[in-house]
């Protein structure tokens, strides 16, 4: 690692500048607009967890809690990111165990995600993590025009 102590936090909407900026840093050309993050950021069934080194957040996954919700009763990972000097560290798997965590103590049926057809590096962390796809939807992705690989993670997959 590159600092003394990573630390584990969950950031909300007072840290929605630094948010912003790590997703703009780590997806150069397919960031969320302002808007999405802000509204998600309010949201109580939102969790922005994170890895700091120091001040810098250096790693995050992004969750929604879909408890409850009529049919749904699913985690969605929305995002997950490693900063680009990070990468190959480990920092994924940490991130992904903690979606794990939620998921368990959430009581939830399932874990539910995707990702770019190109994003080769995700859908390694996905597989390595147990998640198997369930869908391809041609077209998903937009900027560029892209796939997404539907990825969902159950009791049965582990």
Known sequence: MHGKEIIEKTLRIDSYDAIFEFDRLCFPTDYWNES???????DDRATYYCLMDG????????????????KHNYLKIMNV?????????????KLMDYAYKEYKESGLDKICAETRASNTAMQGLFE???YQINKIEEGYYTNPNEAGFKYVLEQSNF
């Open 128 to 130: 390595k993590c147990g």
């Open 81 to 93: 990111a490693v900063h680009p000097d990070y990468r190959q560290t480990g920092l994924g798997h």
């Open 36 to 42: 999405d993050w802000k509204d998600l950021l309010k």
């Open 55 to 70: 001040s810098k957040i250096i790693g995050s996954i992004f969750t929604y809690n879909w408890a409850g919700s009529g």
